[in-house]
């Protein structure tokens, strides 16, 4: 029954004249559009009325079952044939039967009849706007289309700016490397391959040979002064033994941190003096602060080690090679 339904609600759409077999017609006519006092304005539409009386099969609906089952005709007829034996069974038991949003088709006393709606509910709504509405939506809408356009006249302008100051940055590096610097006795490298001869010092410019103590060299100011410079080789001879001593001292170190190193790692170390306590440990390190020494803390005692290893006779070679063991005659090897 609610195939026959749908069936019937899409039909009165689009035709005046719709046949139910064996129940009856709903007839659609037009309605013109209406003012009413109020100013409510009610749009043209249809307005549906039924008549039992027309109730032969005109085909209509058996197409329209046809059409959207695919089915032969023959098949649609009988579908359309049990769908309308349920309708009157339903009006039969409910007296009543609601056709889509149109109305009710209703049975009383075995007539039919139908109700329709207050309104034509297929008809599309209308809906009007106020003029001072639509006037201010216009005026918004331009407005920000001025606004995209002066963006995009802003972005136009930033980008063609940019432009220009790449091409004067060009053309500026350009004129400053293809122009000539003149060089006047010049120490210093240039971009800029020039051709230039060294021009023969003056008599002021004096120029010292090594091994002397002082003198003084006499420079072209850039302005209308004279500069004084002191050369003094003692005073760079010194510099350099220093630097000779940093790097001879970082050498040092870098051995004593080997040492260190060496001491500090393995199972087994030559202990050269074992104490009592901490501070006969701290008194014989700096009394022997010219070599690297260790303490190790074991069983109460502070022993002092020289050199460990990972096994007895690694570390006995060891103390061989570096002569410990005449110097401390009575070092022995322990295990941490």
């Known amino acids: ?82 769908d309308v034996s349920d309708m009157r069974h339903a009006l039969e038991s409910d007296g009543r039967v609601t056709i889509g949003r149109h109305g009710d088709l209703m049975l009383d006393n075995g007539s039919y009849s139908f109700i329709a709606a207050d309104k034509p509910q297929w008809l599309p709504e209308i809906k009007l706007r106020s003029i001072i509405d639509m006037a201010r939506d216009d005026s918004k809408a331009a407005e920000m289309q001025s606004a995209i356009a002066k963006s995009e006249r802003i972005g136009s302008a930033l980008r063609k700016l940019k432009i220009a100051a790449s091409i004067a940055v060009i053309l500026a590096l350009g004129f400053v490397l293809s122009t000539p610097t003149p060089i006047d006795n010049a120490q210093f490298a240039s971009p800029v391959v020039e051709q230039f001869r060294l021009k023969a010092p003056g008599p002021e410019r004096i120029l010292r040979q090594p091994g002397q103590q002082s003198g003084t060299l006499m420079m072209q100011a850039p302005a209308d002064c ?37 001491a500090s790692e393995g199972r087994y170390c030559l202990v050269v003096a074992s104490l009592n306590n901490g501070e006969e440990a701290r008194k014989f390190l700096s009394a022997n602060n010219s070599m690297p020494l260790h303490v190790l803390e074991k069983d109460g005692h502070y022993r002092i080690y020289a050199i460990s290893g990972n096994s007895i006779g690694e570390v006995k070679n060891l103390a061989n090679e570096s002569g410990l063991l005449s110097r401390f005659p009575g070092a022995w090897v322990c295990r941490k």
């Open 1 to 82: 029954m609610q195939e026959l339904i749908r069936h019937i609600d899409y039909l009165l759409v689009r035709r005046d004249c719709v046949i139910v077999p064996g129940i009856g017609a709903f007839i659609a006519s037009a309605k013109a559009a209406t003012i009413d006092a109020d100013g409510i304005m009610t749009p043209p539409g249809r307005v549906l009325a039924f008549n039992p009386a027309i109730n032969h099969n005109d085909g209509l609906l058996a197409s329209s079952y046809a059409l959207r089952m695919q089915l032969p005709v023959e098949e649609a007829g009988k579908a359309l044939a049990a």
């Open 226 to 262: 004279q500069a004084v410079i002191m050369a003094d080789t003692a005073g760079i001879n010194a510099y350099k033994a220093e630097l000779r001593q940093k790097a001879e001292t970082a050498r040092r170190q870098k051995t004593e941190a080997a040492a260190t190193r060496q």
